[in-house]
T-cell receptor
């Protein structure tokens, strides 16, 4: 099993560009989430999903969109990139909502210039 | 609401013990603990559900005090491999979001 796979690992965008960060898991996990990590601020929740077709906002959702059309995939879309979105992004999944461990992907390091 | 972790950083010699605290201003349903090494993804350590239970494996254990809305992570006889940043994540009743603290950086020196 691959676990949680994120692509790309690194990305550089210009201000105003859009892109999609991909996240896929092969563990049949219902719960998936996106976090961003900035120095000194820990992991902040962007969006999460408790199952296919269901998504909800986290602490810092502005500037990001998500969808969950299948159990396996949970892409994160940046609509119009801003320098404030420079960060490391982690996708995570768990089997039974938050009663089981979060499995994290290896992260995507995004730089917006 | 983001939980508060303390201390922010700690340096220990190999073999010494450490305690990391995590507290919330709201009633907790569960507390997660993760460790992250530099340049890597966070890795799960343990989950504690409401009930004041204590969990542990090897020389790392944790407690959850539901009344005080806090959890503590105990690392005994620390090893070099324990170095990293420790995060607690908290979930509140009726809320399926896991909110992380800002982390505690643990450095173990020989």
């Amino acid at each position: 099993n691959a676990g949680v796979t994120q692509t790309p690992k690194f990305q550089v965008l210009k201000t105003g560009q859009s892109m999609t960060l991909q996240c896929a898991q092969d563990m049949n996990h219902e719960y998936m989430s996106w976090y961003r990590q900035d120095p000194g601020m820990g992991l902040r929740l962007i969006h999460y999903s408790v199952g296919a077709g269901i998504t909800d906002q986290g602490e810092v959702p502005n500037g990001y969109n998500v969808s969950r059309s299948t159990t396996e995939d949970f892409p994160l879309r940046l609509l119009s990139a801003a320098p404030s979105q420079t960060s490391v992004y982690f996708c995570a999944s768990s089997l039974d909502r938050l009663n089981s461990p979060l499995h994290f992907g290896n992260g995507t390091r995004l730089t917006v210039t | 609401q983001q939980p508060v972790q303390s201390p922010q950083a700690v340096i220990l010699r190999e073999g010494e013990d450490a305690v990391i605290n995590c507290s919330s201003s709201k009633a907790l349903y569960s507390v997660h603990w993760y460790r992250q090494k530099h340049g890597e993804a966070p890795v799960f350590l343990m989950i504690l559900l409401k009930g004041g239970e204590q969990k542990g494996h090897d020389k790392i254990s944790a407690s959850f005090n539901e009344k005080k809305q806090q959890s503590s992570l105990y690392l005994t006889a620390s090893q070099l491999s324990y170095s990293g940043t420790y995060f607690c994540g908290t979930e509140h009743f009726g809320n399926e979001k896991l909110t992380f603290g800002t982390g505690t950086r643990l450095t173990i020196i020989p």
